[in-house]
């Protein structure tokens, strides 16, 4: 939420500002803003969809460099919206955001707030996630600390916060590298109600009027031009549009709010009603607030179960679907993606419905979602009406903490179509993942190239063992790709949407693991996806063997293209098949043949050694051994792949 043109205003008026040096003090944060703030202010690239770690890094880096300092931080994230006064400026948002994304231009990873979130714990920074939105709970905490907030939410300059409020562009924390206190800029409300002459109760009309979030619906047009004629100022031109001057002025002609708010009513306000509404909102976000006393409740007034409540209050029952629990509807993420193409979150549907199926199981009266995303093939915004399917295997929400983990687990497998036998000996951490991988893979009515497939797996790999290696305080490693730089506008729009639409299925995946009370451990996304990667390498390589000889855990590399490739991969068929032999012949273990349908069986001395339980640390029993049977199977697969043209060549087989 913001006023246009709020700020380049007050960045006019020296005398509302002060210098101030961070150090040894509180700070509370609005995580939901700084998010964002951080991944621009990182230069990562997000034309491929999203480099993580990178971002991970970066935001674990920003946070570090406070603590330096002795700077104790509050993150506060938002909840669930309490009503559609904001929907307006939502659909208003995705639109603009699918018209950026069509241009190329800048669009914010579908991950970025999870990456955050997993950083901030990991650096271990206390965090509060409100019911609601966070901003009068975060004017609260930083007036209870006595302390400032930091945030670019130029809503925050009209609340009465004593401390103070630092726009986050204004801190040089990357210059001091934790030497010496950070400087920054600090805005007070008091100087700013002295200078423009106005009581602090004029502040929630005169945010309205400016064209806050909940005015978005009002005809502001027609009040400035009212506006406009009744006072001597004239509107003026702000890069910025908005006529901050000419609003004061008109406001400082009344003793008190209710005469502006009657004027406005008498002469130009038409809907009477939609105004009282905006204006008592905003007044209502600009009051006290307890951060966690609302009651959550689904939209037939069924009151969500407290393990519920209390787990999206710790961070881990997923946001998303309490927020279609509330209000029957969902704004869907727009990422980079070919507009000629459906929208990727389309490949994602069922999983979605099974989490529609879980949460409004036992309602009444029948339930239609509304799905607010881009319509298929175009840069239009749509409603996109979905049914809740009758799915009796799923659970209601109430009943879900008395179903066993191992059943909730099947639960999840099946919605996936991923038979669980295929990895029962594959650590726990790496099966929510290679079942998504597996899903995207071969839902019905989407092709994604082997060579996507391989490189999405390359960035599993590489990217756990860079994650682990980060984590265990060393430097982020090289890329394995070539060199070679891709221009943005070279890139190969089909394979940025395939991975588009991984992220989408992972996403919601996620999800799903959240209303089910994690059957699985929760996937860290730095540790799994490189946009930058997947897309390099699915452009640069041309064999197996080269995804293989890049990863720099080729066992495990090995092992879950076995369990995710499809039955008709030539390439993987024939390697499954003469690495048999070939192993027979030298007298070794036999091969397990095909598990439960599956057309790969995984050699026994994979599925038992270290590579598989350990998804990260390559240690295993007879190293050596396997290294060299490991080595065998490269050449085989090379000489295999290279006869078939490589990966281009096995798919060429397949589709014909």
């Known amino acids: 939420m913001g006023i246009p043109g709020l700020l380049k205003f007050l960045e006019g008026i020296p005398n509302v500002w002060s210098s101030k040096r961070l150090y040894k003090t509180k700070l509370v944060i609005d995580g939901n803003n700084l998010v964002y703030h951080l991944h621009r202010l990182s230069s990562v690239d997000a034309?491929?969809?999203?480099?993580?770690?990178?971002?991970y890094h970066f935001v674990k880096r920003f946070f570090s460099t406070l603590k330096k300092n002795q700077i104790e931080s509050l993150v506060v994230y938002d909840g669930v919206e309490e009503d559609d006064l904001k929907l307006l400026t939502k659909r208003q948002r995705l639109s603009d955001t699918v018209r950026r994304a069509q241009c190329g231009d800048y669009i914010n990873p579908l991950f970025l707030v999870s990456v955050f979130q997993q950083a901030v714990v990991d650096v271990d920074v206390e965090t509060l996630i409100c019911d609601h939105e966070a901003d009068m709970v975060v004017a609260q905490l930083a007036k209870k600390r006595n302390c400032p907030v930091l945030t670019t939410d130029n809503d925050f300059y009209l609340f009465d916060i004593p401390g103070g409020v630092i726009p986050t562009h204004s801190l040089d924390w990357q210059q001091r590298k934790g030497k010496g206190p950070i400087s920054c800029q600090c805005y007070h409300r008091d100087a700013f109600l002295s200078h423009i002459h106005l009581p602090a109760d004029f502040l929630p009309l005169f945010a309205v009027l400016a064209g806050n979030d909940f005015s978005k619906a009002l005809r502001l047009k027609r009040l400035h031009q009212y506006m406009s004629s009744n006072?001597?100022?004239?509107?003026?031109?702000?890069?910025?549009?908005?006529?901050?001057?000419?609003?004061?002025?008109?406001?400082?002609?009344y003793r008190g709010v209710q005469q502006a708010s009657n004027d406005l009513m008498a002469h130009v306000v038409e809907d009477h009603q939609a105004f009282d509404s905006v204006l008592e909102k905003t007044m209502s976000s600009s009051s006290s607030h307890d951060v966690a006393s609302s009651i959550l409740t689904r939209i037939d007034g069924y009151v969500l179960p407290k393990w519920t409540v209390q787990s999206f209050r710790e961070g881990r029952f997923s946001k998303a679907a309490v927020q279609v629990a509330c209000h029957g509807r969902s704004v869907m993420g727009v990422q980079i993606e070919d507009m000629k193409r459906p929208s990727a979150d389309t490949c994602s549907l069922s999983i979605r419905q099974a989490v529609y199926s879980i949460l409004f199981k036992g309602v009444c009266s029948p339930v239609e979602i509304i799905e607010i995303s881009r319509a298929d093939g175009t840069t239009e915004v749509q409603d996109r009406r979905v049914d809740i399917p009758t799915l009796p295997q799923l659970p209601c929400l109430s009943e879900i903490q008395s179903v066993s983990e191992t059943d909730r687990q099947d639960m999840l497998l099946s919605t996936l179509a991923f038979d669980p036998k295929l990895f029962q000996m594959l650590d726990l951490n790496w099966r929510l993942p290679v079942a998504t991988a597996f899903f995207w893979s071969h839902v019905e009515g989407y092709h994604v190239p082997n060579k996507a497939v391989y490189a999405l797996l390359l960035c599993f790999t590489n990217c756990s063992f860079d994650f682990d290696e980060l984590k265990k305080g060393g430097q982020h490693?090289?890329?394995?790709?070539?060199?070679?730089?891709?221009?943005?506008?070279?890139?190969?729009?089909?394979?940025?949407h395939s991975f588009t639409e991984f992220q989408s299925v992972l996403y919601e995946t996620m999800v799903l693991n959240s209303v089910l009370d994690f059957p699985f451990p929760s996937v860290i996304v730095a540790g799994l996806f490189d946009g930058h990667l997947a897309h390099h390498a699915a452009s640069e390589y041309s064999t197996y063997r080269q995804f293989?000889?890049?990863?720099?855990?080729?066992?495990m590399f090995e092992a879950i293209c076995q369990l995710v490739c499809r039955p008709e991969d030539d390439c993987k068929t024939n390697l499954s098949t003469l690495e048999t032999r070939k192993k027979e012949q030298a007298g070794a273990p036999k091969t397990?043949?095909?598990?439960?349908?599956?057309?790969?069986?995984?050699?026994?001395?994979?599925v038992k050694s270290d590579v598989i339980m350990k998804p990260v640390e390559v240690v295993r029993e007879g190293g050596e051994k396997m290294a060299a049977c490991v080595g065998q199977a490269t050449d085989l697969v090379d000489r295999i792949c290279d006869s078939d043209d490589g990966v281009g060549g096995c798919r060429e087989k397949r589709e014909n």
Request: hydrophobic letters at 30%; aromatic letters at 10%.
């Open 548 to 555: 293989m000889q890049a990863s720099r855990q080729p066992e």
């Open 47 to 55: 034309h491929y969809g999203g480099q993580y770690l990178e971002y």
């Open 231 to 253: 006072t001597c100022s004239t509107f003026r031109s702000f890069p910025s549009p908005g006529p901050i001057q000419c609003i004061i002025d008109w406001l400082s002609q």
């Open 592 to 606: 397990v043949g095909p598990v439960s349908g599956s057309q790969f069986g995984l050699p026994i001395s994979v």
């Open 477 to 496: 490693l090289d890329k394995p790709w070539s060199p070679r730089k891709i221009k943005h506008a070279e890139r190969d729009m089909q394979l940025v």
